[in-house]
């Protein structure tokens, strides 16, 4: 890998995937978080569980111990993610003027530490030995910056800004770059979620994959395509102990539990061998086989040279539109969009003729673009 290339460009209009996203969804809200950098007014958390967990699968794969006691360094990547909760949540008490928090935030912030040590564990010992076989890491958080070509001048000229009268860049930054046994190199994407996708036909009209595909290509790494790694906010543990045994089973059969086909045979077969034999399990053994809990999901996004250049140009588009001085900022209304939206009182204010720009004063801060102010995290979010 060449050194030197993947890094950011001085005094650019940047352009991030979460605002392409924002802007194809609402132009008013977009205008709102993306130009004026209005953000709600929101307490701070004791813990940001995806920022954590970021920072965990960040020593795991340091490129630079890689050859180590995966043991070891799986213990290392545990000790890593609570620290950082710690700081998490010294740092909230500090915003807080307060010493301790109550006794309802501390026990669901204890309880999330413990769900984050359980499924770095689970990773670590079940899923990474098998998964990672094919894959050496080559880089952790990779930050990219690539110009953005002007559509209207045959892409042969960066594209201005109109509003700044800045070159337009389209940055990102990126969890994992590894190589396969081929040499071939891959982005990897790490996500954590409360359920995990069955299928990957969502992700080959994703906006980051395509983009950092593109990007990194544009870089002169031929990176052949995406990983994406999903991890469910859960992991296997034993079966649910009925309070006596019920229809012949000490264990429950329930389908809502946290648990696998290997963790619940295993326990079974230890702890109720005789209704085992009897095959009082069977029905639930083959729930668990066929449709049970999914825990975690890879899949490999491969992008051809013909779709390399498709995205250039969708991107080239959308940031020529989203730079103009004439761009409308229209709002793109929906029954559930604008339901859970942080800015519907004053966009609602503003089609009203009231004093919107009170309501933005009052309820919303003014801060710098959050790729300069947050830490990476592995959450599934939206476009904000």
């Known amino acids: 890998m060449t050194t030197g290339t993947v890094e950011q460009l001085p005094e650019t209009h940047e352009i991030h995937t979460s605002g392409r996203k924002s802007y194809k969804g609402c132009r008013r809200r977009w205008n709102w978080i993306f130009n004026e950098q209005y953000y709600p007014l929101r307490t701070a958390k004791p813990l940001e569980f995806g920022t954590a967990y970021h920072a965990a699968m960040e020593v795991y794969y340091d490129p630079q111990t890689w050859n180590m006691d995966r043991e070891v360094i799986g213990a290392r990547s545990i000790i890593k993610f609570v620290d950082v909760c710690e700081a998490q949540k010294a740092k909230a008490l500090e915003l807080k003027d307060e010493q301790y928090l109550p006794d309802e935030v501390e026990q669901d912030y204890q309880e999330r530490v413990e769900l984050g040590k359980g499924m770095l564990r689970y990773y670590f010992e079940k899923v990474a030995p098998t998964a990672d076989e094919l894959f050496i890491p080559v880089k952790v958080e990779v930050k990219f910056s690539v110009p ?100 012949g089973r000490l264990f429950s059969v329930a389908k809502n539990q946290d648990t696998d086909l290997e963790t619940y045979l295993h326990t079974v077969q230890r702890e109720d061998p005789e209704a085992m034999a009897e095959g009082l399990y069977n029905d639930f053994l083959h729930y668990l086989e066929e449709e049970g809990t999914m825990f975690w999901k890879r899949y490999q996004i491969h992008k051809n040279h013909d779709e390399l250049i498709s995205i250039a140009e969708g991107i080239s588009w959308e940031a020529w539109e989203m730079t103009r001085k004439t761009t409308p900022l229209y709002p793109n209304s929906g029954r559930f969009s604008c339901t859970t939206c942080a800015f519907r009182q004053p966009c609602l204010g503003m089609n009203s003729g009231e004093d919107y720009q009170y309501t933005l004063n009052t309820l919303f801060e003014r801060r710098e673009h959050y790729w300069l102010r947050e830490t990476p995290s592995t959450e599934s979010k939206g476009g904000e």
Not at 230 to 237: A, I, N, T, V
Request: overall charge negative; aromatic content about 14%; hydrophobic content about 35%.
């Open 148 to 247: 953005v070509m002007d559509p209207t001048k045959d892409f042969n000229e960066q594209l201005i800004c109109e509003c700044h009268n800045l070159p337009v860049s389209y940055d990102g930054r990126i969890d994992m770059l590894a190589q396969d046994h081929r040499g071939d190199y891959w982005i990897f994407d790490w996500k954590t979620c409360r359920s995990v996708a069955p299928s990957d036909e969502f992700l080959y009209l994703d906006d980051q994959i395509g983009s950092y595909v593109w990007a990194l290509n544009f870089l002169k790494l031929p990176v052949r395509g995406f990983v994406y790694h999903e991890q469910r906010k859960g992991f296997p543990g034993p079966p649910k102990r009925n309070a006596s045994r019920r229809l």
